[in-house]
């Protein structure tokens, strides 16, 4: 995983919170209801980034409206700057409308949909650039016969 990739700016917060730390706050407090989880604060005072919280703040609308279960592209930006770099390969197994597909291409990473419904697919093509665009379409091909024999000779 790549987490610095994902890190957020301190914010003004930590001027005013870390300026005057209790001595609790200068060892491990474990939690009080047992969960085995604890903070040390004074951990925060030389970092200028932190991981994000537990939920991700995104907009609940995106643009895309041709598809049931649409989602904002700040959605996929997330999971691919955490789990890939530069020239990795994203698999979208459910491409849909293909907003993960168009946000790796964007980020510089490869894509790869997967998609069963037509008009979908039809969808996405239109949208990506044909030179960026592979498909794994069965072609009509007439196969040649298998040679029989070995193709090494044994010792």
């Known amino acids: 995983m790549y987490q610095s990739a994902v890190m957020v700016p301190m914010g003004d917060w930590k001027?005013?919170?870390?300026k005057n730390l209790s001595d609790t706050d200068k060892i491990r407090d474990n939690s009080k209801v047992g969960s085995g989880f604890g903070k040390n604060i004074s951990n925060w005072l030389d970092r200028d980034m932190a991981y994000p919280a537990n939920v991700l703040h995104l907009a609940t609308e995106c643009g895309n409206k041709s598809?049931?279960?649409a989602f904002p592209e700040e959605l996929p930006e997330w999971f691919?700057?955490?789990f890939t770099k530069e020239n990795d390969t994203v698999l979208d197994p459910?491409?849909?409308?293909g907003t993960t597909i168009l946000v790796a291409n964007?980020?510089?990473?490869n894509a790869i949909g997967i998609e069963v419904v037509p008009e979908y697919v039809k969808m996405v093509k239109s949208q990506i650039e044909p030179v960026?665009?592979?498909?794994c379409e069965p072609k009509k091909r007439k196969y040649g016969k298998a040679k029989v024999?070995?193709?090494?000779a044994l010792r």
């Open 15 to 18: 001027k005013t919170r870390l």
């Open 67 to 69: 598809h049931s279960a």
């Open 80 to 82: 691919i700057k955490l």
């Open 94 to 97: 459910f491409m849909g409308s």
């Open 106 to 109: 964007r980020m510089m990473r």
């Open 132 to 135: 960026e665009l592979y498909l």
């Open 149 to 152: 024999g070995r193709r090494n």
